[in-house]
């Protein structure tokens, strides 16, 4: 079993910037792949962005690349997601989630991981 707790969450306004982080713990965190997903209220869950289980291959989001940025501290068991002029748009809980991992192919449906955290709401007001 893995858990993940995501935490960094919380009210911004337009333009500004947060970064989310979420701690793994239970197994090695080095095999396994992560992402990060998001839901809007009366929306589905979408992608936002994914990393490899080393950290050298990333994956965004179309819409979101340029202002949002995933990384990972294997060291701490941690990955991240900073996220930069945000707007209104971006208002969401969002999800980290885990899959043990061999490779470092993109991972973008939410049926490919494993393990769910919680989630953290990131609330952009206008």
């Known amino acids: 079993q893995v858990q993940l707790v995501e935490s960094g969450g919380g009210l911004v306004q337009a333009g500004g910037s947060l970064r989310l982080s979420c701690a793994a713990s239970?197994?090695?965190?080095?095999?396994?792949?992560m992402g990060w997903f998001r839901q809007a209220p009366g929306k589905e869950r979408e992608f936002v962005a994914a990393?490899?289980?080393?950290?050298?291959?990333?994956y965004y989001a179309e819409s979101l690349k340029g202002r949002f940025t995933i990384s990972r501290d294997n060291a701490k068991n941690t990955v991240y997601l900073q996220m930069n002029s945000l707007t209104p748009e971006d208002t969401a809980v969002y999800f980290c989630?885990?899959?043990?991992?061999?490779?470092?192919?993109?991972?973008?449906?939410?049926?490919?991981?494993?393990?769910w955290g919680q989630g953290t709401q990131v609330t952009v007001s206008s």
């Open positions: 989630a885990a899959t043990y991992s061999t490779d470092a192919r993109a991972r973008r449906r939410g049926d490919e991981y494993d393990y």
């Open positions: 239970g197994r090695t965190f080095s095999d396994y792949a």
């Open positions: 990393i490899s289980r080393r950290g050298d291959s990333t």
